[in-house]
């Protein structure tokens, strides 16, 4: 059995895990790349902030991230498909380290933010 999710330095090895198999995937590495090219300095303890946020409430996040990918869909525009493959590799790399109800929230919690951003993005056309 594997540990549950119980602190930032769990969320950072989910982030780190997450963002080596999208910057190499073939379908939505492109837009971490090209279409932007991400400072990974400063976006992965962004987005470690973020999700420890909402594990853990701890309010260290600020930002709108729905801003941020109406540009990138501005830029090139994402599909449904990028969307399940973003979620496939998040779900893969939660699960190759933890299971539990944090890890659970964790993977319910993206399901819901990949629905909002395509009603979301999609009304900006």
């Not at 090219?37 to 400063?42: A, D, G, L, M, P």
């Not at 493959?85 to 890890?103: H, K």
């Amino acid at each position: 059995m594997k540990p549950d999710i119980v602190n930032r330095r769990d969320i950072e090895k989910i982030v780190h895990l997450f963002y080596e198999k999208v910057k190499v995937d073939d379908l939505i590495g492109f837009f971490f790349s090209d279409v932007v090219q991400v400072n990974w300095e400063q976006h992965l303890p962004i987005m470690c902030a973020f999700w420890e946020n909402v594990l853990f409430y701890t309010g260290d996040y600020e930002g709108d991230p729905l801003t941020t990918h109406r540009g990138l869909y501005n830029k090139f525009k994402t599909t449904p498909e990028h969307f399940q493959r973003w979620l496939f590799l998040f779900f893969q790399s939660v699960d190759e380290l933890y299971e539990g109800s944090n890890a659970q929230k964790m993977k319910d919690h993206a399901t819901g933010i990949s629905g909002v951003m395509q009603d979301k993005i999609k009304g900006s056309d």
